[in-house]
Each structure stands twice: as C-alpha cells, then as structure tokens.
C-alpha cells in the first residue's frame, strides 16, 4: 500500500482533536411510515452509465476519496444525503458535524434500517464498514469517537452520496422529510437537463481534451465501449481482441450545444473520420471512428450529421465513422483520465479543422 493510501486510512481513522459543537438532538426524521419501495438499485449496465469514475470507484469497488477534496465535506446547507446509485434516504444535514478529517462526517443515519454495519478487516485494520442497504453501496466507515450525544462518527465518502436541499425535497420525491427543516421554501426552477454522448475518434486522450473545452459540456471520462470482452482493462484492449474502441463520454446541457451541433461542428472536426481503423500513427480497430447512440433520437441525428458532413465534401474521401447502439460504457483506469491536462503537450493526433 502506498504512503498516501496509509494517511488516507489514518486519516479517516483518526479524528482531529478540536473542540467541536455537537449536532442536533434528534427529531422526527419524517411523516408517515418508511416505503422503501421507491427505491430501487439499478443494473450493472446503468450504474456504469449514470455514475461519474469516482463515485463507481467508491461505491462499487469500495474506494476511498481523498480528504478534504471532495464535494461535501465542507458543506452546511440543510438538506439530506441520499445514495447516489438507489436514492435511498441516509444522513441528515442537523446530524452533520465538521470532524477536522476532511470526510463528511455524521453523529447517526437519517434511516437507521437503510445504514448496514458490516466488519472490514482490509488494510491491516479491523473497522465497521456501513454500506446502503438496498444499493449495497459502500459508504465509509463507522467509529466510536464522534461527538455527544451518540459518541458515534459516522466517516462517509461525498461520492456516494447525492445532497437534496432542503428547499427541493418536495420537488425531488423527499416531501416525508421537509417537517424537518420547516420554513424552507421549495425553488419554482426546473433543473438543468443533461445528456449523455459517447464517442470515439481514435486515441482518447487527445480527444477528451477538446470536447471538454466545448461550451455546454459538463464532464467528460474516457474509457471502453462497442466491445464484447467484460470490464476490460487497458492491457486487454490495446490488443485489438476485445472489440472495444477507446471512447469518451460526454455530459452536456443541451440547451447550450445540441447533439447535432456536438457532431457536426465539433466531432467530425477533431478527428478523421475517412480512414478505417486508424487515427495518426495509432492503428487498429480500437481506434476507429465510431458514435455510440443512447437512443433513437440520437441515431437519427448521428445518421444526419454524418451525411450532411460527408455531402459537405470538407472530407475529400467517404466518411466511415460507425453509428452503433452503446452497450456498456467501461471508464479507463484515472491514469489516463484528464490525460493532457496532467501531462500538458503529451501525444496527440487531434486538432479542431478549420472550417
């Protein structure tokens, strides 16, 4: 285990001796009785594809985070933490209190039934591990050190949860819970739609480095898709025998760029689209040209930009990019995530056409 890992571990371990104001006495967590029908725990197909890298890292490989870079370690805002893969209901805001390890920390669970207590003996360590229980996400780890009055620290990972203000808990199904933060006024916005594109233009690092540059793309993570090899890593695909192509995923507002314009202005600019199996010096099939579509809408504007870009003749040869249903998208492993901005001026064959 390297050094880091080991104070990621002690760090989380070890609470920061600090004089600390203890949360809240408890309060009715909700009205009526607990329906735990609502939630449900996708498939593995879904999870890969809704989940950011860290927060499948953390919850299906039972990761951890790094201390004090994470979302909500320093959050204040009332408001519940829900599991981000099922939605079930686990911490709240009046249990939070500031433990000085970096780690949103908690005094009890919100749902005592839906927190799973399970021993951990990794690392060289015996800790309670607590886990969602419909998910079966893992969430962090259980200690006997927190503040009054429990005694009880509860060290969760932000990746594995999803934070509803408590103005918005109407508006997102969590209305049994609003009686806890009373004279909190429910927000008339709608939220921000997104939606996902996955494409592939031969190696990906050159390519995620000018679609997240585009102006309306949300995130970006490169990984492993249009193959039929299970969670392939690296060191299988670059073979060419796994039929996966290195592809990125994209998340965008589609009020700001359209799927259209995300092909046609962006993505046939930025890589050859004519030549088979092949970008620059980088040869073989997980190096083609391809569009991964997510739904019939998609197809048919993937089949249209395709054509109008090839009757455009900007492309002197035919265009063989492949319009494919996506399957399972497998992100890459972190080192090759946000490549070129961790190593600037490292290989690229990609560079937006000047049309």
């Known amino acids: 285990?390297?050094?880091?890992?080991?104070?990621?571990?002690?760090?989380?371990?070890?609470?920061?001796?600090?004089?600390?104001?203890?949360?809240?006495?408890?309060?009715?967590?909700?009205?009526?009785?607990?329906?735990?029908?609502?939630?449900?725990?996708?498939?593995?197909?879904?999870?890969?594809?809704?989940?950011?890298?860290?927060?499948?890292?953390?919850?299906?490989?039972?990761?951890?985070e790094p201390a004090f870079r994470n979302e909500f370690w320093n959050n204040h805002a009332d408001g519940i933490y829900v599991?981000?893969?099922?939605?079930?209901?686990?911490?709240?805001?009046?249990?939070?209190?500031?433990?000085?390890?970096?780690?949103?920390?908690?005094?009890?669970?919100?749902?005592?039934?839906?927190?799973?207590?399970?021993r951990d003996s990794s690392h060289g360590m015996v800790r309670v591990e607590v886990r969602s229980k419909i998910a079966d996400s893992h969430l962090g780890h259980l200690f006997d050190d927190g503040p009054k009055p429990t005694g009880q620290r509860y060290c969760i990972n932000s990746a594995a949860l999803r934070f509803i203000p408590a103005a918005e808990l109407e508006n997102?199904?969590?209305?049994?819970?609003?009686?806890?933060?009373?004279?909190?006024?429910?927000?008339?916005?709608?939220?921000?739609?997104?939606?996902?594109?996955?494409l592939a233009g031969g190696c990906f690092w050159g390519m995620e480095d000018l679609l997240r540059k585009i102006p309306g793309v949300i995130e970006t993570d490169v990984g492993y898709s249009g193959g039929t090899f299970d969670n392939p890593r690296y060191e299988d695909m670059k073979t060419?025998?796994?039929?996966?192509?290195?592809?990125?995923?994209?998340v965008f507002d589609p009020t700001k760029v359209s799927y259209s314009d995300l092909l046609e202005k962006w993505f046939f600019r930025m890589h050859d689209p004519t030549t088979v199996n092949r970008q620059g010096n980088d040869v073989g099939t997980q190096y083609r040209s391809a569009i991964f579509y997510l739904s019939d809408a998609q197809k048919k504007a993937a089949e249209e930009a395709k054509a109008k870009v090839d009757a455009s003749k900007k492309w002197p040869r035919p265009i063989v990019t492949e319009i494919?249903?996506?399957?399972?998208?497998?992100?890459?492993?972190?080192?090759?995530?946000?490549y070129l901005e961790k190593n600037p001026g490292g290989y690229t064959c990609h560079f937006l056409r000047d049309w």
């Open 1 to 64: 285990m390297s050094f880091r890992s080991l104070l990621t571990l002690g760090a989380c371990a070890l609470w920061a001796c600090r004089a600390q104001a203890a949360p809240e006495p408890p309060r009715p967590a909700r009205t009526g009785p607990l329906d735990t029908s609502m939630w449900k725990k996708p498939g593995p197909e879904e999870i890969q594809r809704r989940l950011r890298r860290e927060q499948l890292e953390v919850t299906q490989n039972n990761g951890t």
């Open 83 to 118: 599991d981000v893969v099922s939605g079930e209901p686990l911490f709240s805001s009046h249990d939070k209190f500031d433990s000085g390890t970096g780690w949103p920390s908690f005094v009890r669970p919100l749902e005592p039934t839906l927190v799973v207590e399970k």
């Open 172 to 198: 997102e199904g969590y209305g049994q819970y609003a009686g806890l933060f009373p004279g909190a006024v429910a927000k008339k916005e709608a939220p921000v739609k997104t939606e996902t594109a996955i």
């Open 324 to 338: 494919t249903a996506a399957g399972t998208f497998f992100p890459a492993e972190g080192y090759h995530q946000d």
């Open 240 to 250: 060419g025998r796994t039929g996966h192509a290195e592809a990125v995923r994209i």
